[in-house]
C-alpha cells in the first residue's frame, strides 16, 4: 500500500488548479492519507457497483467487469464476454432457499445483456437479440423484476426472462430511470419524462406509458428520487424540476443562470451553456446535491430552503457528487479531482449568485421561470451556510468518473487514466496493522 501525502502534487493534465481553492498539504480533515492503486483495465473505467460489504465490481469502455475486493484491493474474478464498451450495470441481491445470493447485470453496446455470479465469476445468462443498446438498469426488489431501458423499456424476471416490453422510436432513447410509488416509473428520454405503469395481472405483467411531462427545454442528464414523495431532474441549461412522485405535478422549478454570456459569438454562447448544465445530483432523502457545471448547490428539502453553494467548486466539470452520514459531501470532475467540502457558519456575505435560483422552492409551476437577467446581490435567505473545502484528493492524471464509499473500509474512484484508486483512512489502517503485528507476535508466543 502506497502512502500519499494529499496536495503534494501538481494539478492534473493541462488544468491548472484555481487559487482560490487551493487547500495545500495540511488538510487536518482529510482522513484519506492513504492509496492503493489498482490495475486492471485498458480503457476509461466509468462504472462502479457495490456487491456486499467487501466487493465492488468496476466496468468501462474496454468490455471488462472486474470483481475486487475493497479491503485487500484484490482482482477476484475478471469477467469476460462483452466485445464493446459496457453502457450500464448494476447488482441485485435475491433469497434462494434460507441464504442470499448476489448477482450482477451489465449491458453493452454491443446489444447484449449479461448476468454474472459474482461468487464464481461465471456468466449465468446472456441475451444478444436487443433491438438496441441498453443505457440504464433498475432492479424493482418488491415486485421481483428488474428493468432495462434503451430505445424500448423491457422487463425482466430474475430469472432473465422478459415480461414484457414498450417500444419507442426516440432515437435518443431511456437514459435514466427512477421507481415511483404504486408500481410507477419514470423515465427519462431525451427533453421529457415519461410516466410508466406496471400492471400485474396473477404472474402477468404490462407495462404501459400513462404521461409525458414535457417541462423540459433541453437533454434531460440526471434524474433521481429524493424520498417517497419527491424526484427530481435536471437538464444541459441548467433546469432543476422538483416533481411530486404521485401526481407528477411540478413542485418547484428553476433555471440556473450565472451572468449573460458578453459577445455575440457562438462559441461563447456554448460554452456558457456547458458551464450550467446539471451533469449529476445525489440525494438523501432530506438533502438534495446538485452538480452545476464545474459548481455545487446543496438544498434542505424538508425545509424548503438552500443550505449552500459554490459556484466554481472544481475547474472544470463535476460529474459525480455524494453526501456523507455526517453532513458533509464529495465530489468529483473532468480535472482529475476527489474534493471534500462541508458546510460551516456563514460569518460574511456570500458570493453573489441569482435571486431566482434562491426561491425556487418556494415557486410552483412553471409561471416561477425567471425572465429577467440574474440578480448581482444575494439576497437575505434564513440558515443560508458556506461549503468549505477540507480535502483534495490528488491521484488520477484523468478525469475522475465516479466514487463508491465503503465508510470506514475506504472510498474508489474510477477514472479515464484506466485506473481505479482505493483510499483510505490513513490512522484506522496504521492501527489495523499494528494490531496485525500484535496478533502474529502473540500467537508466536514472543510477547
Known sequence: MLRWILGGREAQGTVEKSAALFIGEEQPKNCFTEMQVLKGHFDIVRFLVQIDDLRFASAGDDGLVLIWNVETGDCLFELRGHT????????????RGRNAHAALITASSDRTLSLWDPDSGNRVQNISDLQS????????????VWLSGGNELCVWNRDFELQCKTVHHSDAGISAMVELPKNFIAAAMDKEIVIFKLSLSGSDIAVMAMRHLSDHRDTIHSLISINDGLFASGSHIGELIIWDSVDWTIQAYEHILWEEPQGDSQSEVKLKQIERSIQH??????????????GLYVFNVLMKSVVAYRKIAHDSNVLHTMLQEDGRLMSCSEDGSVRMWELQDLPLAAEPASSGFFGMFGTFGRSSKQTGPPAKKIP????????????????HSGAVQMFLSFKEKGLVTCSTDHLLIIWKDGELQSQLRSLAVFQKLEENQEL
Not at 443498446?133 to 421481483?144: N, P
Not at 435567505?381 to 461549503?387: D, T
Open 380 to 395: 437575505e435567505v434564513p440558515g443560508l451556510r458556506s461549503l468549505e473545502l477540507i480535502g483534495d484528493l490528488i491521484g
Open 133 to 144: 443498446s441498453v443505457k440504464c438498469l433498475l432492479v424493482l426488489d418488491r415486485l421481483d
Open 281 to 294: 445530483m445525489s440525494s438523501d432523502g432530506e438533502y438534495i446535491v446538485v452538480a452545476v457545471g464545474s
Open 84 to 95: 464493446q464498451q459496457i453502457t450500464a450495470m448494476i447488482s441485485y441481491t435475491f433469497i
